[in-house]
């Protein structure tokens, strides 16, 4: 049996979280394997919309069970938060929720030294989400974090102890001024709270429903263009997400991941600072932002827009092994005169589909190809052959240029509002 995969081809909040509903009656079993409470996925059904932050999006779903994988970052706090939230649909977390023994831990002092560090660089700040996640996989990767097991050991008092001695030395040489009382009661509170659930070997424990024969979906957090090692570097996450973190963040071999779901929005959104060579600062970006709603899930921040790109969607298809497109949003375009999309780049009198090394550089300009737009109302349309057939004109060059199929299509945030090609 396989592990297939769905995540994020562009900046984020491509619509991972829905798509993860819309797929999860296919699974058994549905794992987050990298990131943490800086995502925000929605999830909309019966009228209700639901913003997950650290759970799997397979919750709601009473026959799944749901994995938080050894590559996420919980911040015990937020996860409290979160699991008072969905128990209120009358959803058995305890049941349904196992977490990694070995996920690491976001303190209270990696929060406020997130938040220093990005107010000591000013204008050169990355625009984090201010969740902790960089300070925390910096420990991770400095051998000095504290892990979920951690949280359930005789000695768990003493590392946070030394932890947060390190950060105190680390905010007073940032000036920051902060009151760690106003934050612990809260954190410890938490951690007595989570000592409930079930902390697992959760690599043990996948692995052997794998063997099984449970279907597992791994589902990304965050997008490939804001990947650690591939994204637009320093503008990026602290972690891999692409489908190799999928590996490393739930201890599955490779050879056993089947499918790659890669999922893109019809235009293109970006929240924080950093490279963004379609965005478009002008009405078409503010149309953008006002029909599709785009405000940060999680901080709430406007997010920037702009035109499909098609040489970060090839190469985030590359690097993630993708065999199957959803295309999320389109209804969002729908009375837009002409729909652009970017097909290479000039850089300096040179055409080319690749990422530069610097994509800062000033001189990147999209070169774009322009498609008629449609009109009405896509959400109501369940067959792709009644959606518009200037859509499908758009729709077939896209596939043409990525050459990989588009399999979905959603056409609204409802689970219902979603087109199987
Ligand atoms: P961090 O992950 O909070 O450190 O933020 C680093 C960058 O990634 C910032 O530009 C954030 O806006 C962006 N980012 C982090 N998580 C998400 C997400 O789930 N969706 C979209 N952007 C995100």
Redesign the pocket.
Known sequence: MKVDVVL?LQ???EGKGKIVDVLTPKYDVVARFQ??P????SLEFGGNKYVLNTIPSGIFHEHCINIIGNGVVVDPVQLKKEIEKAETTGVDIRKNLYISEKAHVILPTHRLV?AASEAYKGVHK?????????PTYQDKIGRSGLRIGDLISPNFKSKYDTAVSNHKKLLDSLNYEYNLADHEPAFYEAVEYLKQFKIVNTEYYVNHLISQGKKVLAEG???TL?DIDF?SYP?????NTITGGACSGLGIAPQKINKVYGIFKAYC??????PFPTEQENETGELLRKLGHEF????G?P?RTGWLDLPTLKYAIMLNGVTDLICTKSDVLSGFETVEVCDSYDIGGTVTTELPFNMMDERIKPLYKSFAGWTGNLSAIKQYAELPETFKTYMDYVEQQIQVPVSMISVGPDREETIIK
Request: hydrophobic share 25%; glycine share 28%; no cysteine.
């Open positions: 994020g900046w984020g909040d990131g943490g800086n995502a925000g996925h997130d990355v625009g984090s989400t201010l969740r902790g996640i960089s957090a965050q997008g804001l994204g503008f990026v996450t602290s972690s959104t970006r929240v924080g600072n950093g940060g899930a999680t901080t921040r997010r």
